[in-house]
């Protein structure tokens, strides 16, 4: 089993950044290509990023392009999101996710979940 856990959400201003951490903890997880996912009040879960095992390829949701980046510390069991010029529709609980080997920008084909990390913008 593979457990998730996001820190680095908070308070900021638009233009603004932040650095998402998730860590992990399990058997191959370094074989799981990884995602975040977001939520906002009254939405859907909507698909943000996600990396590959290798942290080679990655991939993003046309209303981050640009903004926000992905990487991944094998070493440290670790995934991170780099969010920068930060908008308040970016308002949202970011989770961490985790499926084995292949990318997927669909929610439901992650099996591993982390417990969430409130990101909000303000204006």
């Known amino acids: 089993q593979v457990h998730l856990v996001e820190s680095g959400g908070g308070l900021v201003q638009a233009g603004g950044s932040l650095r998402l951490s998730c860590a992990a903890s399990?058997?191959?997880?370094?074989?799981?290509?990884v995602g975040w996912f977001r939520q906002a009040p009254g939405k859907e879960r909507e698909f943000v990023a996600t990396i590959s095992w290798s942290g080679v390829d990655s991939y993003y949701a046309d209303s981050v392009k640009g903004r926000f980046t992905m990487s991944r510390d094998i070493t440290k069991s670790t995934v991170y999101l780099q969010m920068d010029t930060l908008k308040p529709e970016d308002t949202a609980i970011y989770y961490c996710?985790?499926?084995?080997?292949?990318?997927?920008?669909?929610?439901?084909?992650?099996?591993?979940w982390g417990q969430g990390t409130q990101v909000t913008v303000s204006s």
């Open positions: 996710a985790a499926r084995n080997f292949d990318v997927s920008w669909l929610a439901d084909k992650y099996e591993y």
């Open positions: 399990g058997r191959s997880f370094n074989s799981h290509a």
